[in-house]
């Protein structure tokens, strides 16, 4: 059996196009061929899209028009009816007790209920006087820069004073809607929204303004020593409160868009994270590595799996989100709204494409930490649902964009910029507003989508560091710092080990025998085993075995259950590391250069890896273009194996619908496709009975 190296094609493009195409026809095929998981994967998007649309039917969006309050003199609203009814002031100088009885002497004349009782007090902090004493307060007048007042001529250019008044009832001053945090306007209300709040009003205009004004005529009248009555040309004008809309899902339930759309891609993100996990479980990302996959390329097209539903996904979300819903009631200033009513479907689109791009990287990575499938996918979605919960509020825009390193914080933080547009209710938000933002803060939906595709492109290379460090059960994992190591990017090739004279090697004493034909007429060993040892923990599988086999020959490695002959075929074929001891084939020391190695090998595993919703055709073409072979070699390899190992009329049988004959069968023709120049065959006659037995035997010799 000869290898030609005329049968590949060359090229890094050429061979990538070929791998990407390779791979991605098979995940299409592991796809549509479980279409019960597919529509259920699709459907169950669309399900929560619809509940959604439920909420946003549900929730009302209202007009307000804009909203003034007419002129008015302070003291033609005053009104006094609570229960204090003495009026506190300090200090207790001569400047101080004059302004302040003044000015209740004033709003008693407005009000004749408003209380003339009056009285200095020593500690401006209220600290020292007893309930009973600050029940009675009406007013607390604090002048902070009257201590050393004496008479009119000796006043501050300006009065400062602090002015406090219990509250009660109606009288509540609601500081909370007067007071906002930047929170609240920010990310839950519009600003609009609380302009337009009358809850503090009946405090603020019926009994705060009139007192504070007839302190601050006062303190002009005892200035300025006039006698005129200034109150009746004075008159106070509301700035107003410009007309809003007022949408019950963008404001009190705003949270719920950014979860939901989230929870629309979730079910892709659990399936392909299964789908990554599952080809390490059973072995078959690693098997075929040996016939050259490139895991990144691998990666890849897992990425653009989702990336295909996903482009549909982000779509019809789109599509659906600008869909215009009638009010669910016929109060007044109900309107018609939908998800986004101001913003561009180019700019949600964008978010969304971006935002499934990480989320496709992000599956892949995750993937790599994992051995169970089950598992894999559990903890995935314990980690979905607690990036998506906003535990961000007060944090810095700085920590918000490193935090877009999470796929759903990225999308929450571009759709909480996107409300605050929507609220604002003007305008349309397009690509213009994608560094810009309502309010002083620089968080820009534009950094925000730049940082997610960055984070992506770590995401994918991070995949494969992780996975060549930690390859899990099966596959050599590389040291945490290879990529460090000179031996990594420059690798020297090892110069061949010359043979021994003897045909036969010894490892412990006569142990361990091999019979091989005379070797007169051979000059170098195909393959060399060093003292080779493999532990489990404390189990030692392989214990410093040495071997050498020569090119042209069938050789067998015989042993009991459990003597170590898988294990041996694993570690020749790379699928495990060696705990000591070397191999080196075609004078390539396989620790260093297992990818070169793999080329010229052929192998069969002990127990069949295959897909089972890819047919035989299907694996042994799977394997041809993983080999790079030319389609017409590969075709013509194909058919010759068909009719070898006699799957010709089964071979656009699913694999999983073969008998346990017929899978060894197939697994010994995925070993044949490339013509390989070393055959590694563990237990290839196993299970296919006596006559395949025998047909097998004569097939070995003449690939031989």
Not at 298 to 325: G, K, P, Q
Not at 602 to 623: A, N, R, T
Request: glycine residues 6%; positive net charge; charged residues 15%.
């Amino acid at each position: 059996m000869e290898y030609h190296e005329s049968t590949r094609r060359h090229g890094t493009c050429i061979k990538f196009l070929s791998d990407f195409r390779a791979l991605f026809i098979k995940t299409f095929f592991l796809t549509i061929r479980k279409p019960g998981q597919t529509i259920a994967e699709i459907l169950l998007a669309y399900t929560f899209m619809g509940l959604l649309l439920g909420m946003r039917y549900i929730l009302d969006r209202r007009y307000y028009s804009a909203y003034q309050i007419p002129r008015f003199n302070p003291y033609s609203s005053l009104s006094y009816n609570v229960v204090g009814n003495i009026t506190y002031y300090y200090p207790g100088n001569i400047c101080a007790a004059t302004i302040a009885t003044n000015a209740v002497n004033d709003l008693n004349a407005q009000v004749s209920t408003f209380p003339t009782n009056i009285q200095a007090i020593s500690d401006p902090t209220l600290s020292t006087l007893s309930n009973a004493t600050l029940q009675s307060l009406t007013a607390f007048i604090q002048f902070t820069n009257l201590d050393s007042c004496t008479n009119a001529s000796t006043m501050p250019d300006e009065v400062q004073y602090t002015l406090r008044m219990q509250e009660n009832g109606p009288n509540y001053y609601h500081a909370q809607d007067v007071m906002i945090s930047p929170n609240a306007y920010m990310w839950q209300r519009a600003p609009e929204d609380f302009c337009q709040s009358t809850s503090s009003f009946s405090n603020y205009l019926n009994r705060f303004l009139g007192v504070q004004y007839s302190i601050n005529m006062n303190i002009i009248k005892y200035v300025t020593n006039t006698t005129q009555n200034l109150a009746s040309s004075i008159y106070m004008n509301h700035f107003g409160c410009p007309a809003y809309y007022l949408d019950q899902l963008q404001s009190i339930y705003g949270f719920f868009i950014p979860i939901f759309f989230s929870i629309v891609f979730v079910v892709t993100f659990i399936m392909n994270v299964g789908y990554v996990v599952q080809e390490r479980e059973n072995k078959t990302k690693e098997y075929l590595r040996i016939y050259g996959l490139r895991t990144w390329i691998n990666n890849l097209v897992w990425v653009t799996r989702s990336m295909i539903i996903y482009f549909i996904l982000s779509s019809v979300v789109t599509v659906l989100s600008l869909v215009v819903l009638p009010s669910s009631n016929s109060k007044p200033g109900r309107v018609s709204k939908a998800l986004f009513n101001y913003t561009h479907w180019t700019v949600i689109w964008t978010i969304l494409f971006v935002y499934s791009i990480q989320v496709s990287a992000f599956s892949v990575l995750f993937g790599q930490f994992f051995k169970r499938p089950l598992l894999a996918k559990l903890l995935g979605f314990v980690v979905w649902v607690i990036t998506f919960i906003d535990f961000y509020p007060g944090v810095p825009v700085g920590a918000r964009y490193f935090l877009c390193i999470l796929p759903n914080a990225g999308l929450m933080f571009c759709l909480q910029v996107v409300l605050q547009y929507e609220r604002r209710g003007v305008g349309t938000t397009t690509f213009n507003q994608l560094y810009s933002n309502v309010f002083p803060y620089p968080l820009y939906i534009g950094i925000c989508l730049l940082l997610m595709l960055i984070y992506s492109v770590i995401y994918l290379f991070l995949a494969i560091y992780v996975e060549r460090v930690n390859p899990g059960e099966f596959g050599v994992a590389q040291s945490w710092n290879y990529l460090f190591k000179r031996s990594y990017w420059k690798p020297s090739a090892t110069s061949v080990v010359k043979p021994s004279d003897s045909n036969v090697h010894v490892g412990d004493g006569n142990t361990n025998w091999i019979e091989m034909n005379s070797m007169k007429n051979k000059k170098d060993p195909s393959l060399i085993i060093s003292h080779l040892t493999k532990k489990f923990g404390k189990f030692e599988a392989v214990s410093d075995l040495s071997l050498k086999f020569y090119a042209g020959e069938v050789c067998s490695l015989l042993g009991h259950n459990g003597a170590g002959k898988t294990t041996t075929t694993f570690i020749l074929v790379g699928m495990l590391e060696a705990t000591s001891g070397q191999v080196t084939i075609e004078g390539l020391d396989s620790r260093e250069h297992i990818q070169d190695i793999r080329k010229i090998l052929g192998f069969c595993p002990q127990y069949d890896i295959l897909y089972e919703e890819l047919s035989v055709k299907e694996h042994l073409e799977l394997v041809g273009k993983m080999r790079h072979m030319k389609p017409e070699a590969m075709k013509q390899s194909i058919d010759n194996i068909l009719q070898l190992i006699g799957l010709v009329n089964d071979q656009q049988t699913l694999s999983k619908n073969l008998s346990g004959g017929m899978k060894r069968r197939l697994s010994i023709g995925i070993s044949f496709m490339g013509d390989p120049k070393i055959l590694i065959l563990d237990e290839p006659t196993s299970g296919i009975g006596n006559f395949s037995t025998k047909k097998n035997n004569s097939l070995f010799i003449f690939y031989s």
